[in-house]
């Protein structure tokens, strides 16, 4: 088993939001990888004293520790009792009823010598490849599908899509949100590795369209995850008429993962 890791905040000055870990057994015949991507929220009030750095560290050391110790609970539990217990941390101080209290995406995949398991919530990517080559990836694109207009301001997106029926989630104060992440089971012998990626890492394709999944999986192998870092951060500097990031972001903080099993 071969693991990599990199990441990258957008700017040098501002804290990555971005967090990333993964666990492996001494036995290393199983794992767990955690991949979360903080929402960074507009100047201003948002009900909480706490940084989202401090936010993704709390609830992914929940995702890990819940992820490798207690094989009982399904993704979806560990996700639901990591954002209680987040939760419950700062609930005595800060509002966590507001619509922009710390929040993140999420990425978790769990194997042993059976299955690998996985849960994405919002728009990071996890990308399964076979022992073929073949690239699956594992999307929730329900952000995507929100109707043309209604990404004009964070404003409205907050107020009419975020955390609500026929909007997007993403994992916040609620533990119920946890039912609405896509997972899934694939037989451990029709994966041979894994690549996590938040949407910073992954404007290689989504936003440039330089190669499909399966080209973004090849060049992490290939370059490693700060290769695709390094590629992404290229084509973002020679973006300069904002042809593809159009109103985004000019760099996001960038994280990717590669686990071979």
């Known amino acids: 088993m071969r693991i990599q890791l990199a990441t990258e905040p957008g700017r040098p000055e501002h804290p990555n ?45 929940s995702l890990v520790e819940l992820s490798a110790s207690r094989r009982d609970l399904t993704l979806t539990e560990v996700l ?11 609930r005595s101080s800060c509002d966590l009823s507001h619509v922009r209290t710390p929040q993140a995406t999420v990425v978790l ?25 073949t690239v699956c990836p594992v999307l929730d694109d329900r952000l995507d599908r929100l109707p043309p207009g209604s ?5 409205v997106t907050d107020a009419r899509a975020r955390n609500k029926e026929g909007g997007f989630f993403t994992a916040a104060a609620d533990p119920d949100v946890a039912s609405r992440a896509v997972t899934g089971k694939t037989p451990r012998a029709e ?39 390094d590629r992404v951060r290229e084509l973002e500097r020679a973006d300069t008429d904002r042809v593809f ?3 985004g972001k000019r760099h996001d903080d960038a994280t990717a993962v590669l686990a071979e099993l």
Do not use: K, M, N
């Open 17 to 61: 939001e971005d967090w990333a870990s993964t666990a492996v057994p001494a036995s290393g015949l199983g794992g767990a990888l955690v991949l979360l991507d903080g929402v960074t929220p507009p100047p201003g009030d948002d009900g909480c004293v706490h940084s989202v750095p401090w936010f993704t560290a709390r609830l992914g050391g």
């Open 80 to 90: 639901a009792a990591s954002i209680r217990r987040t939760a419950d941390a700062h």
């Open 109 to 133: 995949a769990r194997w042993d010598a059976e299955r690998v398991e996985h849960l994405v919530l919002s728009d990071s990517v996890l990308l399964l490849e076979g022992p073929d080559g």
């Open 151 to 155: 990404l004009a301001s964070e404003a």
């Open 191 to 229: 994966v041979r590795a894994l690549a996590a990626l938040t949407d910073g890492a992954s404007r290689w394709t989504e936003t440039f369209g330089e190669g499909d999944w399966t080209a973004a999986f090849g060049l992490v192998r290939e370059e490693g995850p700060q290769g695709l870092i």
């Open 245 to 247: 990031l159009r109103r």
